[in-house]
């Protein structure tokens, strides 16, 4: 007999965002994001963080003081960072994020023709980047949707060194 306790696909894309999310060196806030195509294929992944070449030791990580004193005008997205990774053509694709994208990610996502964004926390809803990527979205014809289960993925590493 077959096991019944499988993930559903929305749990086993919104399982690999979080997976990715692990990558983000963000002290404050880890966002990780899954593409996937209408054949269930994922097609791209992202998280937060800085461009690539750019030292994470050397940028801040502060979310408080001068703006350049901070990492809101370096860190690229979780959502943009899987379409600028995505393999293919996006149209049409859904994408899985922990975190309901800001206004800028949501022009980058409309754009690059994904049709459905599935989302986890909207933590941010009521705020005017929040109300903006809403009506982009609308207007777009995009379609949202949130889960109503929290999603964790916990991560035990055991690291060996092997001489062969």
């Not at 995505?86 to 899985?96: A, E, F, H, R």
């Not at 023709?113 to 979205?137: H, L, P, Q, R, W």
């Amino acid at each position: 007999m077959k096991r019944a306790d499988v993930l559903s696909w929305d749990e086993y894309f919104m399982s690999m965002a979080h997976l990715s999310a692990k990558r983000s060196k963000d002290p404050s806030t880890q966002v990780g994001a899954c593409i996937v195509n209408s054949q269930k294929r994922v097609v791209g992944l992202g998280y937060n963080g800085f461009p690539k070449g750019c030292d994470d030791n050397e940028f801040p990580w502060g979310r408080d003081g001068e703006f350049l004193d901070t990492k809101y005008p370096y860190v690229v997205h979780a959502e943009l960072n899987a379409i600028l990774n995505s393999i293919q053509d996006l149209n049409g694709c859904t994408i899985y994020v922990s975190l309901f994208p800001c206004n800028e990610c949501a022009k980058a996502i409309i754009q690059s023709g994904i049709k459905c964004v599935v989302y986890e926390s909207d933590k941010y809803a009521g705020t005017e980047a929040n109300i903006a990527s809403k009506k982009m979205f609308r207007d777009a014809g995009v379609e949202l949707v949130q889960l109503t289960y929290e999603i964790t993925v916990d991560v035990n590493v055991k690291k060996s060194v092997q001489n062969l």
